[in-house]
């Protein structure tokens, strides 16, 4: 089970960190994503960590101002959100997939087997 939180209202520049808590297993052996969606658009992803925290990948749009990071001892992965923008405004899943693969696995939804409620996060001036 994932449960997302972090998420609210912020102006443009400032930072959000969203955390993903993940019960019932280990996180360590989850390779674990954000995805976010957008009113009217797909849900798209943002970034993931593999299991083993080995390796990392972000969207072109996020990198750079975006940070994935795994803490195996509260079994958490959190996003840390650097100078957000109103197109950053969605609400943000994440995810999880069993086992290790190529980090372009994990760009797509359709290989994740758990997702967490959402969070939403707003972006405004």
């Known amino acids: 089970q994932l449960q997302a939180s972090g998420g609210g209202l912020v102006q443009p520049g400032e930072s959000l960190r969203l955390s993903c808590a993940v019960s019932?297993?280990?996180?360590?052996?989850?390779?674990i994503a954000w995805f976010r969606q957008a009113p009217g658009k797909e849900r798209e992803f943002v970034a993931v960590v593999r299991g083993s925290g080995r390796g990392t990948s972000y969207d072109r749009s996020v990198r750079g101002r975006f940070t994935i990071s795994r803490d195996n001892a509260k079994n958490t992965v959190a996003l840390q959100m650097n100078s957000l923008n109103p197109e950053d405004t969605a609400v943000y899943f994440c995810?999880?997939?069993?086992?290790?693969?190529?980090?372009?696995?994990?760009?797509?939804?359709?290989?994740?087997?758990?997702w967490g409620q959402g969070t939403q996060v707003t972006v405004s001036s």
């Open positions: 995810a999880a997939a069993p086992g290790s693969f190529a980090l372009s696995y994990y760009w797509s939804r359709e290989n994740y087997e758990y």
């Open positions: 019932g297993r280990a996180a360590s052996d989850l390779g």
